[in-house]
């Protein structure tokens, strides 16, 4: 059973930090990783999809890297703001035909 | 505006009362999920539909019962629901009704039960 686990839980950073988020699965043969982004009561924003043949993809200030062989992904933030505040969450789909599987969550906090 | 817009945004009711959650898609999507998310719980896959068809119904008890009459609207229709299961409820579509293009959001129904 694949199992998504995202450390830390919660972080805080003064603004202007480039920082790393991560997100480790139990079962290496994923079909594809995706990152949201969710604002308090709010619904999901997806930031970035990662297909299992790729490593790495990029948008703007993101960079999410893929690495299936030791089961983690990583979300990079450079010159982190204020409005980079939020809950990101990582999800994985082991196969093309299965549902997805997300992580728990790193609430971000970002000090101006 | 993400191309997935769900109704209302926020409900409270009655343990007793009957209401609807409303999830519509126009960006051709043909399969639409059901998501819970309570506070501090990773999110809670509860149905999927795919070309209308109810694919996987994740072990949620019965007061909740979807429908989803095309592949651009769905339904989830709640009666005698219980305290606990006042929590964000969240629909997503997808190109299949698979991981293979990723998932988009709705912003989400608030829902309190009192």
């Known amino acids: 059973k694949q199992e998504v686990t995202q450390i830390p839980a919660a972080l805080s950073v003064p603004e202007g930090e480039n920082l790393v988020l991560n997100c480790s699965f139990t079962d290496s043969a994923i079909y594809n990783l995706q990152w949201f982004r969710q604002d308090p009561g709010k619904g999901l924003t997806s930031l970035l999809l990662i297909q299992s043949s790729q490593r790495e993809q990029t948008s703007g200030r993101l960079n999410a890297s893929l690495d299936k062989s030791s089961g983690r992904s990583t979300l990079y933030i450079a010159a982190s703001q204020p409005g980079d505040s939020a809950t990101y969450l990582c999800a994985v789909g082991k196969t093309s035909y299965d549902k997805v599987i997300f992580g728990p969550g790193t609430s971000l906090s970002v000090i101006p | 505006e993400t191309g997935v817009t769900q109704t209302p945004r926020h409900l409270v009711m009655g343990m007793t009362n009957k209401k609807s959650l409303k999830c519509e898609q126009h960006l051709g999507h043909n399969a639409m999920y059901w998501y819970k998310q309570s506070a501090k719980k990773p999110l809670e896959l509860m149905f999927v539909y795919n070309f209308k068809e109810q694919t996987e119904n994740n072990s949620v008890p019965s007061r909740f019962s979807p429908e989803c009459p095309n592949s651009s609207h769905l339904f989830l229709h709640l009666h005698t629901l219980q305290p606990e299961d006042s929590a964000l409820y969240l629909c997503?579509?997808?190109?299949?009704?698979?991981?293979?293009?990723?998932?988009?959001f709705g912003s989400g129904t608030r829902l309190t039960v009192v």
């Open positions: 997503a579509s997808s190109q299949g009704g698979t991981a293979n293009y990723g998932y988009t």
